[in-house]
């Protein structure tokens, strides 16, 4: 997790770093650094806290010229966030600087190592060890700083994205990855570095995306040249033309990405069946399933991967397979299910879900699943991720970039795709009719209008996000489709409010949690006409009689359940597996508004960060 930047070129490396910066502050925010070369020495200065603090650190402490810098927005993981932790991170001589994106596993070993060689250490860091291992290979085999950090990461275990400069030879950057993400911007007489492409998108659209195990040494007027790290062997790499734009990164007017990404899920899902879903043709055509259409109808079962929203996507995705298509699924947290021992057959078909293409469980389960011969289908958001590259095959969402932490656009365009996937496999099993098949499609063709219309309830749902935002305690309830709803606006009202919040599917409630219900208590409950209605109905009888608060998200012109809830939120009526699109609308604008109303950091919450790349 963290975000790296970098620089160099003929501009001022610094307003280049801090804007980037803030643009990957998504990807951690406990704490900011960056270290500049001014032409004769290098200016460090990093600080605890977010890129703002850095921005006013930095003005009272360094000078800011120069064309060469390196910055880093971090999330802790080896040592607590304070100054010292920060990156850069410099070497014993003071002459290399660092930052870093992974962890280095072995580095309590190569620290010790280090140190009976002399080195101290005035971090609790992992990347203030490889520096200094850097530098003692530097030394020891005289090397230039480019074979100096290949030697180094050849010795080192884990995962990172790199960049180094050396203050006696800072007409260069060299830079490393394995694991965490790494792109670099190509421009005119200059380069930029970066964990994704948002803080070059200014300045160039062409971009080398690292491979794993491959460095680069970058050289002010004499390019790039990118080597493999174990072998040494030079690579061509593939310069791509980006298709992102400034605006698709940028708030556009809201107040918060979380608001601006909620609002832009009726163009996200419909970019993302467009090009898909043929209503005239009655068709359903995604590359990545015809081409493997054998394989997924002799398909055993299904094993879904995922972690937070995306794993809640994956159940969603399970009453679809299991329903349309009659293929036993199992959905699995991908941190579990790479550590267990699974049984997995050359008949499985693993479906790797992911909005960033990058968590490290779900990077791993993957790996272990095609180790033992299953055929893996990626389902990510971002182009290019190392789950899109790791899978056999996938279909992307078309969501654009999403960069609050809490995840909106990224469920409902994950559900859109497996919808899609699930309609088309159900139809070449012949699991439902031709007119259904139909049906389908024209309902999942009219959700983004459905959508429009639920977003509507904005200003109600923030009437009834003041009355309950001083809650301790909530419960989310849900039945069949919409249990796993219930599961994501319980978590979406965690991450970002940080009120304790669990969602439980509606009938289990009498099996221990009916115990927490009191007058304090309130329950949001999912009571759409279609599925199970009756029986949800007699769930809000059992909380209404235990005098529990409920807030019900109900079909538009619902009479019964208004009588009973003490709130109602409407949204449009549809077919049940494609209720989920529709009922998280309202969950996620409710989480937004409590956690805006009680002064909460809504993009960017406490602890969390947007891609978790550390297991
Ligand atoms: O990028 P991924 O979809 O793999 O991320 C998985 C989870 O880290 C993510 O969904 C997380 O739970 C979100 N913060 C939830 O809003």
């Given amino acids: 997790m963290c975000g790296i930047v970098g620089y160099i070129g003929h501009r001022e490396a610094y307003s280049i770093i801090l804007k980037g910066l803030r643009r990957l502050e998504y990807r951690g925010y406990d704490s900011a650094g960056v270290a500049l070369y001014d032409g004769n020495d290098i200016k460090l200065s990093k600080t605890k806290g977010k890129v703002d603090d850095l921005a006013s650190k930095v003005s009272q402490e360094i000078t800011t010229e120069g064309s060469l810098g390196i910055g880093h927005t971090r999330w802790a993981t080896h040592g607590e966030p304070n100054n010292v932790n920060s990156h850069p991170h410099y070497s014993n001589s003071g002459d290399l600087v660092i930052i870093h994106n992974g962890i280095i596993e072995n580095y309590e070993t190569i620290k010790q190592e280090l140190k009976n060689r002399g080195y101290s250490f005035h ?80 300045y160039t659209k062409n971009a080398i995306y690292l491979e794993d195990e491959e460095m680069a040494v970058i050289r002010l007027h004499k390019g790039i040249s990118v080597r493999k790290i174990k072998d040494d062997s030079l690579v061509d790499p593939y310069i791509q033309e980006l298709q992102l734009n400034l605006e698709q990164i940028e708030k556009g007017g809201y107040e918060h990405f979380m608001l601006k990404e909620i609002y832009e899920q009726p163009s996200a899902i419909r970019d993302t069946y467009r090009g898909r879903l043929s209503i005239e043709q009655a068709i359903i055509k995604m590359s990545g399933v015809e081409d493997n259409m054998k394989r997924f109808l002799n398909a055993d079962r299904i094993i879904i991967v995922a972690c937070g929203t995306s794993w809640h996507a994956g159940l969603v995705a399970e009453y679809m397979f299991e329903d349309l298509a009659r293929i036993p699924v199992e959905v699995e947290y991908a941190s579990e299910f790479r550590y267990r021992n699974p049984v997995i057959s050359e008949n499985d078909i693993v479906i790797a879900i992911s909005q960033s293409g ?105 009437l009834i996000a003041d009355k309950f935002k001083d809650a301790k305690n909530c419960l989310y309830l849900g039945r069949g489709y919409n249990f796993p709803v219930a599961l994501e606006g319980a978590l979406k009202l965690k991450e970002i409010s940080y009120i304790h919040a669990e969602g439980y599917p509606a009938a289990e409630m009498k099996h221990g949690p009916i115990a927490l219900i009191d007058e304090n208590m309130p329950i949001f409950v999912i009571a ?83 891609s978790v790349t550390v297991e």
């Avoid at 159900?426 to 999942?444: C, D, P, Q, V, Y």
């Fill in 123 to 202: 971090s609790d860091t992992d990347t203030e060890v490889l520096i200094n291992l850097i530098e003692d290979v530097k030394k020891n085999e005289n090397v230039k700083l480019g074979k100096a950090v290949q030697i180094a990461l050849n010795q080192v275990v884990g995962a990172y994205a790199i960049a180094v400069f050396d203050k006696n030879k800072a007409n260069e950057i060299v830079v490393a990855k394995l694991g965490s993400p790494l792109a670099i911007g190509i421009g005119k007489e200059e380069f930029f570095i970066a964990s994704d492409a948002s803080p070059f998108l200014e």
């Fill in 358 to 462: 990058e968590t490290a469980d779900t990077l791993a389960a993957i790996k272990l699943a095609k180790e033992r011969g299953a055929f893996v289908f990626g389902v990510c958001n971002v182009v290019g991720s190392s789950i899109a590259r790791e899978s056999n095959a996938g279909a992307y969402t078309h969501a654009g970039p999403e960069i609050g932490v809490a995840s909106t656009k990224a469920f409902t365009t994950q559900i859109t795709v497996l919808m899609l996937i699930a309609l088309r496999l159900a139809r070449a099993k012949g699991t439902i009719s031709s007119s259904e098949f139909r049906m389908h499609m024209l309902e999942l063709d009219l959700i983004p209008e459905k959508v429009e219309n639920a977003l509507k309830s904005d200003a109600h749902i923030q």
């Fill in 528 to 610: 759409t006409k279609k599925g199970h209605y009756e029986k949800i109905v007699s769930n809000i009888q059992e909380i209404k009689s235990r005098k529990g608060k409920i807030i019900a998200v109900v079909t538009q012109g619902d009479e019964v359940v208004k009588e009973l809830a003490d709130h109602v939120i409407e949204v449009p009526e549809t077919i049940e597996p494609l209720t989920p699109l529709l009922t998280t609308i309202p969950l996620q604008l409710l989480s937004y508004h409590m956690a805006v109303l009680l002064g909460k950091n809504v993009d960017q919450p406490r602890n969390l960060a947007k």
